[in-house]
């Protein structure tokens, strides 16, 4: 029985069945917990993508629409301070990037950084995790956080 547990245990593992849940923090101190299926409900773009010579079509929401639900500004409502608002993206082994706000908005930016959470029309694998950051037009995939379990917007300026 017990080994029936731990397989049942590392089938879930294998499956990204851990970090199901996104922490979002906006600019104004507003939290929210998102689900996988929650992320999944958002409306979702395509990108394609070549990390370390391999080609791979991510699906996933923009990031911006994420922060959308803790009040993070879109759109023309980003400017004056909110152009030194900073996202920071946190993985679950420390790993750490950083985004101008008004990089993530195809207002300003034609490339676009989505929250991964398919690659090739499949669920991402359990070394990717339930989420991954996507940023398109990146030359390399340093900023492609896999294993993504938080998002926080950081304001610089004061309004």
Not at 19 to 42: D, F, M, N, R, Y
């Amino acid at each position: 029985m017990k080994t029936l547990v731990l397989a049942l245990c590392f089938a879930g593992l294998a499956s990204g069945a851990f970090a199901q849940t996104l922490g979002l923090k906006g600019p104004a101190g507003e939290t929210v917990s998102l689900t996988a299926a929650e992320v999944a409900g958002l409306p979702r773009v395509s990108v394609a993508f070549d990390a370390h010579g391999e080609k791979h079509v991510y699906e996933g929401p923009l990031l911006i629409d994420v922060l959308a639900k803790v009040g993070t500004p879109t759109g023309k409502a980003i400017h004056g301070p909110e152009m030194a608002d900073v996202v920071l993206v946190k993985a679950d082994d420390g790993y750490q990037v950083a985004f101008g706000l008004a990089e993530l908005d195809p207002g300003t930016r034609s490339n676009r950084i989505i929250l991964a959470d398919k690659v090739d029309g499949a669920p991402l694998s359990a070394k990717d995790g339930a989420f991954k950051l996507v940023a398109e037009g990146d030359l390399r995939p340093a900023r492609s956080a896999r294993r993504v379990t938080a998002i926080e917007v950081l304001r610089l300026a004061k309004p």
